[in-house]
């Protein structure tokens, strides 16, 4: 059995798979509170699985982009249990966990995050000859440049607020293929993610594995009645 737990945005889920396939997932809007909220919901999810944590044989987390403070609990608490439980752990791109519900499509998938200071966090992947590719590594652009890049039909997904959407259609016309039901990062995608690395021998180092963070949070001195500005708890 395999748990798989996303604290990168506010939106965090947990799930248990068994070889990829979800028996049973959790899904709750966190509003940075996953400090306090993710032990507990970890221990509901063991007990509605009716299974106890020496049935868990891999932990897979999404380590970034996204929030720093989730991020920071998510990884810290996958690490934690894969060193007491000594079991593989794996590290999967939330922006890569957001493109894969899409992959059947066949087309360029370009996942989308809000970063800050008019940054976005985006990265490209495409399912070629039943092989998930990644054709463009994470980074952070504006949206006018990542529109510049994009010369054909593309599916965007992730945090599709209506600005973004607007100028993507603006920009991109038809090129842009915006579905309905836009999809968040899950644990559930996560697990299929992860399972797929595991079966194929690979893991990461408890020790050495990071969050991803594209940039570091920005984080003021403290003056007389101010502590950090507004964006010290985006990571990127």
Same mark, same amino acid.
């Not at 934690?80 to 519900?101: C, D, H, Q, R, V």
């Not at 994470?138 to 440049?145: F, P």
């Given at each position: 059995m395999e748990l798989a737990i996303d604290t990168s945005s506010n939106t965090a889920s947990i799930a248990l798979s068994h070889k990829g396939e979800v028996l049973v997932e959790l899904i709750w809007q966190s509003a940075q509170n996953h400090t306090v909220e993710l032990t507990p919901n970890l221990v509901h999810i063991l007990h509605q699985a009716k299974v106890g944590p020496g049935s868990i044989e891999a932990v897979i987390v999404a380590k970034g982009p996204g929030s720093f403070n989730g991020l920071r609990i998510g990884v810290s608490i996958a690490k934690g249990l894969a060193f007491s439980l000594n079991i593989p752990l794996l590290g999967i791109s939330t922006l890569e966990n957001e493109a894969y519900p899409f992959a059947y499509t066949d087309l360029p998938i370009c996942p989308i995050h809000k970063a800050g200071r008019e940054k976005i966090a985006t990265a490209l992947y495409q399912q070629k000859n039943d092989q998930w590719?990644?054709?463009?590594?994470?980074?952070?652009?504006?949206?006018? =440049? *990542?529109?510049?890049? %994009?010369?054909?039909? /593309?599916?965007?997904?992730? =945090? *599709?607020?209506?600005? %973004?959407?607007?100028? /993507?259609?603006?920009?991109?016309g038809k090129r842009a293929i915006i579905p309905q039901v836009n999809t968040l990062s899950r644990a559930g995608s996560l697990a299929t993610l992860g399972w797929q690395r595991l079966a194929n021998g690979e893991r990461d180092d408890p020790a050495t594995l990071q969050p991803l963070y594209l940039r570091p949070p920005h984080i003021t001195k403290p003056g007389k009645g101010k502590f950090i500005n507004e964006n010290a708890k985006i990571g990127f």
């Amino acid at each position: 059995m395999e748990l798989a737990i996303d604290t990168s945005s506010n939106t965090a889920s947990i799930a248990l798979s068994h070889k990829g396939e979800v028996l049973v997932e959790l899904i709750w809007q966190s509003a940075q509170n996953h400090t306090v909220e993710l032990t507990p919901n970890l221990v509901h999810i063991l007990h509605q699985a009716k299974v106890g944590p020496g049935s868990i044989e891999a932990v897979i987390v999404a380590k970034g982009p996204g929030s720093f403070n989730g991020l920071r609990i998510g990884v810290s608490i996958a690490k934690g249990l894969a060193f007491s439980l000594n079991i593989p752990l794996l590290g999967i791109s939330t922006l890569e966990n957001e493109a894969y519900p899409f992959a059947y499509t066949d087309l360029p998938i370009c996942p989308i995050h809000k970063a800050g200071r008019e940054k976005i966090a985006t990265a490209l992947y495409q399912q070629k000859n039943d092989q998930w590719c990644c054709l463009e590594k994470e980074h952070l652009a504006t949206l006018k =440049e *990542l529109c510049q890049r %994009i010369h054909r039909r /593309t599916i965007f997904c992730g =945090e *599709l607020v209506p600005d %973004i959407v607007n100028e /993507t259609r603006q920009s991109l016309g038809k090129r842009a293929i915006i579905p309905q039901v836009n999809t968040l990062s899950r644990a559930g995608s996560l697990a299929t993610l992860g399972w797929q690395r595991l079966a194929n021998g690979e893991r990461d180092d408890p020790a050495t594995l990071q969050p991803l963070y594209l940039r570091p949070p920005h984080i003021t001195k403290p003056g007389k009645g101010k502590f950090i500005n507004e964006n010290a708890k985006i990571g990127f």
